[in-house]
């Protein structure tokens, strides 16, 4: 099967390099390599419920969020370490994700009216964190950053090399589980419900229980994203990290570099934040030193990938690529 | 807190709710008819705003006069938008159109930017800051003004769908698709036309909404968010159910203002779309899916 | 305008944006020529505020040569109000050289950056921002010349006894109405902690309104306050929330002694008074300030009008101001440390002592965690459409009028 071989090949090299790749960056490359890790993590984790399954979220910046004040409120208020606060995380956010899935399904909400519940709790959400005062309201929770020299992964303080390999994990655990989710049969029933739900039910799968399994991942994926934003940021606010903008910024990774693929969210953080970086600097390299001009550009592009390859840039490269995937 | 008060903060919240519903009109019409998730309504209403500065700086006109132009105008933009760029959109999946509008927001917010610059920009009237005094309440002239505007406009498109032949094709096109074209009627037009008249009602909430509120570049994504929430509570393609979905956000923020916190008013027009959404998701007034 | 950028422009040009962003090397800066990177939000929702504080930049190099004689070379960033944004450009600045980082005007984004800093040992001086949690995180690279949250208000209440013991006149109710963003919800805990140590202010508050900064609509909050009956208003607002309130209150003909802001932005601004015309007039803001006699302030003006013939600084005051201090405590270290070396220019700035500056307060001295104490705020009142100072009275331009002629007591 060369398609396979050629496809193992690649994912190596890719592997390899991104392993070695702090060796050679300089720390802005580092800095920017690691959000494109994170945004491509989360994707991956929104791409779940979205690509697999069908259920467009989008409010899932309520995962990120909740995540990220979870943990850092234990580690805030009564000193408990990362490792420990993203079990409470995961949980909350997973009770969330089926409150959430049980009110739609149960309730025959699909689609746009879906994507619009899913914002009415993130917003909903914010606004409540911004009047909650022990977790610092709207003026924001700081978390201590007590040294960054010396690697201490058990509370997730060192160097920046330490977060970019956190991050790298974690999209490579994402990537791995999406694969083995999406060849079994769990990947397969999803499938079908994506493509068309009603022959599913009809062929006897539980329309329901799988949706449900699908945000539930979803969700708890997102948290661990959330708790990593948490202890490398240090600071949140209920106005940023529930921001509609962020909920937009997650999903337009998964739909620019191929929906429902594995390698598209991945594909899509690294173009996208490359896009954004490049537009800056040809932008001030030309001169062009007005405010507004580089979002003007990067909409245009977007528009452009939306306009003429639907599918994502991933299908149509993975077929120069000669691969199959 | 007396009475008095009370009464008179819950009419302004009339009021106000009448303003959103005439936002939302144009999502209604839109929305309802090409089920396009048009994600670049705040955005529209945000240039039609900016419209009616330049008109008002540059010849003077007054918002109530520059109705007219800026409405023909959007009308034969959003036609022309809907033929050219959103057409093949319709059969696209949901989570496509959405990025396509979102592409489109962020380019017209930053080229709103590149063109205005970032300062608030706003029409001076001073006959507006006048209150109209009914008895012992003061109400908002320009306020009462949109409201007027925004019940004959709705009363409009009513009369238009209901009663005219070209609303009733439309209509048509929005219950069956197929059907549509199956007797013939030339469904792109439709759309087009449909579009064209949705953009019109969005310019005329615009022209409406500088009057009371100033406009900046990153003005649109709120209205656009506030505009699904009151089309959803008030029903998918119904006129009148955008108006009175709109009274309902403004009346219930204004009583939730009012009694509990002004800055957490926001959470009960997310509460309420919520339980609309679970109770009855085709809307107050919309027709039962 | 000195664009000090074409340097930066033939280097990238040259090496294209791929090759550049894989280079490895700290691009060393040339000999008696200080690279500072200067991060503001010149897009985004506080876009016309980035905007605002980078004339002060744009105008420093040319007015710090002549001081000091030493050659600033500017590089900007937009930080584009986000926070993820503030980071990777910090990042990209350090890397194309920066020796030293100015900026950013928000809480959010001088945390992001802060940390950057100090992983890099870069040192980094804050223009505005008023979180007290900054200065609060042990940070080695980090100064602050701005008052903390706490301070500004502190600053505010006692100038508001002073506006009493000076016009004679003494209220004994106020609303208190706020926005409830980081900025405002700082301003109340403030208020909550200090207001009743300061027993020489005469006046309660009765009731706090906070409002969503994100409100189109205030009419609601506006009748509760009016509600109250209070003497006057007591408001920490921005700049847009702060139109809206103040013609809804035209629109209610709520007229209170006087409209009185303890430390926030809004009511001295130009917008202000282009949206608002008369009914801007009698707003008491009091914020930090510069001196209008000050020496230093005159040559900034001179140097402000030249670059911006259609504008004043008196509609850029405090933007302007601590953005001008910020990079003359840079150069001013820099001619002291004689070198652009990270460590020695750290450690020069932190035995600055400035003693002749422009902005209202005590000598810039930073204390052992990089904050300047002693900055102060003025009484700024809107008298025939331009902020004037009318407090202290030592700096005074005229007196305070209070209470608002025409307001009507409830």
Redesign the interface.
């Known amino acids: 099967m060369k398609a396979e071989r050629r496809a193992t090949v690649l994912l190596a090299v890719l592997a390899c390099a991104l392993l070695v790749l702090p060796a050679?960056?300089?720390?802005?490359?580092?800095?920017?390599a690691t959000?494109i890790l994170f945004f491509a993590y989360t994707g991956q984790a929104w791409n779940v419920m979205?690509g697999f399954a069908g259920q467009?979220s989008?409010g899932h910046s309520l995962y990120v969020g909740v995540g990220a004040y979870v943990a850092a409120g234990l580690f805030f208020l009564y000193g408990v370490g990362p490792w420990a606060g993203v079990w409470l995380a995961m949980l909350a956010c997973a009770l969330l994700g089926a409150v959430i899935g049980a009110?739609a399904f149960r309730?025959?909400?699909a689609?746009?009216?879906f994507?619009?519940?899913t914002?009415?709790?993130a917003?909903?959400t914010r606004?409540?964190f911004?009047?909650f005062a022990p977790l610092g309201?709207?003026?924001?929770l700081?978390l201590?950053?007590e040294q960054?020299q010396h690697l201490d992964l058990l509370a997730l303080r060192g160097?920046?090399a330490m977060f970019y390999y956190v991050a790298l994990a974690l999209t490579a655990g994402a990537f791995a589980l999406c694969s083995r989710l999406l060849h079994s049969r769990v990947g397969y029933y999803w499938q079908a419900i994506r493509e068309n739900e009603e022959a599913a039910q009809a062929l006897g799968i539980d329309v329901f229980r799988y949706k449900m399994l699908a945000i539930l991942v979803s969700s708890s994926m997102t948290a661990l994203a959330g708790v990593f934003f948490a202890f490398y940021?240090?600071?949140l606010?209920p106005?940023?990290i529930f921001n509609?903008?962020r909920s937009?910024e997650i999903?337009?990774g998964p739909?620019i570099g191929g929906?429902g693929t594995l390698f598209g969210p991945i594909l899509g953080a690294a173009l996208l934040t490359v896009l954004a970086?490049?537009s800056?600097?040809?932008i001030?390299?030309l001169?062009w030193?007005?405010?507004?001009?580089?979002?003007?550009l990067?909409?245009?592009v977007?528009?452009g990938v939306?306009?003429f390859l639907?599918h994502g840039i991933w299908p149509v490269l993975a077929q120069k690529l000669g691969l199959r995937r | 807190m007396d009475a008095l008060t009370v009464v008179d903060l819950t009419l302004a919240g009339v009021l106000t709710g009448l303003l959103y519903g005439l936002m939302a009109l144009g999502l209604s019409v839109i929305f309802g008819v090409v089920r396009v998730v048009n994600f670049a309504h705040g955005e529209m209403m945000t240039i039609a705003m900016y419209a009616t500065v330049v008109l008002f700086t540059w010849l003077g006109l007054d918002p109530f006069v520059a109705l007219l132009p800026v409405a023909a105008a959007f009308f034969g933009l959003g036609y022309l938008l809907q033929r050219g760029l959103i057409n093949p959109f319709i059969t696209r999946p949901e989570h496509s159109q959405f990025m396509l509008l979102v592409a489109l927001a962020i380019i017209l917010v930053n080229a709103l930017l590149m063109i205005f610059g970032p300062d608030a920009r706003h029409v001076q009237l001073d006959y507006l800051l006048e209150p109209i005094e009914v008895g012992p309440l003061l109400l908002d002239r320009g306020k009462v003004a949109a409201a007027g505007v925004a019940a004959v406009t709705a009363a409009a498109l009513f009369a238009f769908f209901r009663f005219t032949l070209t609303g009733k094709a439309i209509r048509a096109c929005a219950d069956n698709h197929l059907g549509a074209q199956v007797i013939g009627l030339d469904v792109r037009r439709l759309y087009a036309l449909t579009f064209g008249l949705g953009s019109a009602c969005v310019a005329v909430a615009g022209c409406m909404m500088i009057v009371l509120v100033d406009v900046t570049p990153t003005l649109g994504p709120g209205y656009t968010l506030l505009a699904f929430v009151i089309v959803i509570v008030g029903g998918l393609g119904s006129m009148p159910g955008a108006l009175l979905g709109g009274v309902l956000i403004g009346v219930s923020e204004a009583l939730a203002g009012l009694f509990i916190a002004p800055s957490a008013k926001s959470m009960f027009s997310f509460a309420l779309l919520i339980l609309v959404l679970l109770l009855r998701p085709q809307g107050l007034l919309g027709k039962s899916a | 305008m000195a664009r000090a950028i074409s340097r930066r422009r033939f280097s990238l040009a040259l090496a294209g944006a791929a090759a550049s962003t894989v280079a490895p090397a700290y691009v060393r800066a040339q000999a008696n020529r200080l690279k500072v990177g200067i991060l503001l939000p010149r897009s985004g929702v506080q876009g016309f505020i980035g905007q605002s504080c980078q004339k002060g930049a744009d105008l420093a190099p040319a007015v710090l040569k002549s001081m000091y004689g030493v050659d600033i070379e500017l590089m900007n960033a937009d930080t584009e109000t986000s926070v993820d944004t503030a980071r990777t450009r910090a990042e990209r600045l350090i890397q194309e050289g920066a020796q030293v980082l100015v900026g950013p005007f928000d809480s959010g984004a001088a945390s992001a950056i802060a940390q950057v800093a100090e992983q890099h040992s870069v040192p980094f001086v804050i223009n505005i921002a008023a979180a007290p949690q900054i200065t609060e995180q042990g940070y080695r690279f980090v100064f602050r010349n701005f008052p903390t949250a706490p301070e500004l208000v502190r600053n505010g209440l006692t100038l508001i006894g002073d506006l009493f013991r000076v016009t004679g006149v003494v209220p004994r109710t106020a609303v208190y109405m706020h926005v409830n963003d980081t900025f405002g919800q700082a301003n109340t805990k403030a208020i909550e902690a200090i207001l009743p140590k300061l027993d020489f202010l005469p006046f309660k508050i009765v009731d706090t309104i906070s409002y969503d900064p994100a409100a189109k609509d205030l009419t609601v909050e506006v009748g509760k306050a009016k509600a109250t009956g209070a003497d006057f208003l007591l408001l920490v607002s921005r700049l847009a929330d702060a139109i809206i309130l103040r013609r809804e209150m035209v629109k209610q003909r709520w007229e209170p002694m006087g409209i009185i802001s303890p430390g926030s932005p809004g009511m001295y601004e130009n917008q202000f008074y282009q949206a608002l015309g008369k009914y801007s007039e009698y707003c008491i803001s009091n914020v930090p300030w510069y001196v209008p006699a000050a020496p230093l302030t005159k040559t900034v003006e001179a140097a402000f009008k030249k670059q911006n013939p259609k504008d004043e600084l008196m509609f850029h005051a405090l933007n302007v101001g601590y953005t001008f201090e910020a990079l003359m405590i840079v150069a001013d270290a820099y001619k002291r440390a004689g070198s652009g070396d990270a460590k020695t220019l750290t450690e020069a700035i932190r035995t600055t002592e400035i003693g002749s500056r422009m902005m209202l307060g005590g000598p810039i001295k930073f204390d052992a965690k990089g904050q300047v104490q002693g900055n102060a705020s003025a009484g700024i009142q809107n008298l025939n459409l331009k902020p004037t100072v009318v407090l202290p009275e030592a700096s005074a331009q005229t007196k305070p009028v209070f209470p608002t002629p025409g307001s009507r007591k409830a």
């Open positions: 050679f960056a300089n720390p802005y490359v580092l800095s920017v959000l979205m467009l989008l009110l309730f025959r909400i689609g746009v009216y994507a619009l519940l914002i009415a709790f917003e909903f606004i409540g911004d009047h309201g709207p003026g924001g700081f201590k950053v960054r160097p920046p940021y240090n600071n606010f106005e940023q509609i903008g937009i999903i337009l739909i929906l970086d490049s800056t600097e040809l001030g390299a001169g030193d007005i405010p507004g001009v580089k979002q003007v990067y909409g245009v977007l528009l939306v306009m639907p």
